[in-house]
């Protein structure tokens, strides 16, 4: 298994680089965790064709883990002619929320079926599914105005904490890997972590990748052992 950060930024391309998105290679093929404005284009960086992904899980449906989604339909339709089935799964509105992005990007191909068959789950925090092969948890993530919610989820052995002010209870245990957002140097606040909190209460795992960086934080972070602070495209093997 190889998880790669395609995009290892925040909202604002901090320090150049990519908006958020998780790359996860597995026995099963590749899926993806939140797909940012840059995601595209990092596929194509790796060389990899991005017809590759089975399906797409976003945590939230802010703009900087969602707005690569029309660019990947119109890859899908108009270059691949992609005829595989794709899944996308979200919080609750993830379905008119995508459909939207397509619309107002492209609303002629929006108007039209896709010509390959897409599901898209809406996933509550408490329930686990199986989408594209694979179990999927959903944990409550704090990071969102009610009545909007954001997800943490936990992906076979690989944990993502999403945007969130703490880590959710059960989302790491006995996990492989932990992809968590790690915004500010300092200690964060009630919808994003900071390294000052989280270095005295990191989660028990082999491998932890802190994503959705800062630019102080991407330059401050000095990570202890198991710690990878994430530059675009880094990957590790599992």
């Known amino acids: 298994m190889r998880v790669t ?18 790359l996860v290679d597995d026995e099963r093929g590749a899926y993806a965790v939140d797909f940012g404005a840059t995601a595209l284009h990092a596929m194509r960086r790796l060389g990899r064709d991005p017809q590759e992904l089975a399906a797409v899980h976003f945590t939230h449906l802010h703009g900087d883990h969602i707005a690569g ?7 899908a339709v108009y270059r691949a002619k992609r005829s595989a089935p794709l899944v996308a799964s979200g919080p609750a509105g993830t379905r008119a929320r995508l459909h939207a992005l ?11 079926p896709l010509p390959f068959p897409l599901q898209v789950h809406e996933l509550a925090a408490g329930e686990t ?22 997800l943490s989820l936990r992906i076979g052995p690989v944990a993502f904490s999403g945007d969130t002010g703490s880590i959710a209870p059960g989302l790491c245990d006995g996990a492989q890997a932990v992809c968590l957002e790690c915004t500010y140097l300092g200690p964060g606040t009630e919808r994003h972590l900071g390294w000052e909190t989280l270095r005295d209460h990191l989660p028990r795992s082999p491998r932890i990748l802190l994503g959705h960086l800062g630019a102080e934080a991407r330059a401050g972070i000095a990570p202890p052992p198991g710690v990878q602070v994430c530059d675009d495209l880094d990957a590790v093997e599992l």
Do not use: K
């Open 69 to 75: 989604w029309p660019f990947l339909l119109v890859d």
């Open 129 to 150: 599914v199986n989408l594209a092969g694979r179990e999927v948890r959903v944990f409550a993530a704090e990071h969102m105005t009610p009545p909007d919610v954001a």
């Open 102 to 112: 397509w619309a107002a990007c492209y609303a002629n191909a929006a108007a039209r």
């Open 5 to 22: 950060a395609l995009g290892s930024a925040d909202a604002f391309c901090s320090a150049g680089r990519g908006q958020t998105c998780w």
